[in-house]
């Protein structure tokens, strides 16, 4: 009798802890989307030569930043992709991902964009690939002066 009500206690109380770890990860998860809430939304437009590109970027409640790029380079097929990164200071960090080719291989590009003003600056860095990722080298510095793209603030189509 005392192994059963012994099993019967601790079923119950495994029960409830499973309960509570349900809740936590629920709260968790709102607390996620809580974050990820888009509180403003800019768009800029690149041009250089015959190359044009669009960038619209999100900044969410959480700081982060997440947004598109459409990437219209002479000579090469029209690139569309995702851009998700953060800014430290004026310099925005991020990855730009996008598909390509009829295999549609996916590429992650590290860019660092200076804010100056209304613009933001595409830099030059140097990238180093290790282990199948590619980054932005942190002792090398990024070059925002001779560049070919210049972002100016647009108004975003759809608004």
Do not use: W
Request: hydrophobic share 35%; with cysteine.
């Amino acid at each position: 009798m005392k192994k059963l009500v012994l099993s019967c206690l601790i079923l119950s109380l495994s029960g409830l802890q499973s309960c509570k770890n349900d809740e936590k990860q629920k709260e968790i998860e709102a607390a996620k989307a809580e974050g990820e809430k888009v509180v403003s939304t800019q768009c800029y437009k690149a041009i250089y030569e015959d190359d044009t590109i669009d960038l619209n970027l999100n900044t969410l409640k959480n700081g982060k930043i997440s947004g598109n790029m459409s990437m219209k380079v002479s000579g090469a097929a029209e690139r569309i992709g995702e851009i998700k990164g953060e800014f430290h200071g004026d310099t925005l960090f991020a990855d730009y991902t996008f598909t390509e080719g009829a295999n549609k291989k996916t590429f992650k590009n590290p860019m660092a964009f200076l804010k100056k003003d209304k613009q933001l600056i595409l830099g030059n860095g140097t990238m180093q690939t290790t282990m199948g990722v590619t980054y932005l080298v942190k002792d090398k510095p990024i070059d925002f002066e001779r560049v070919k793209y210049k972002f100016d603030s647009i108004d975003c189509a759809g608004k």
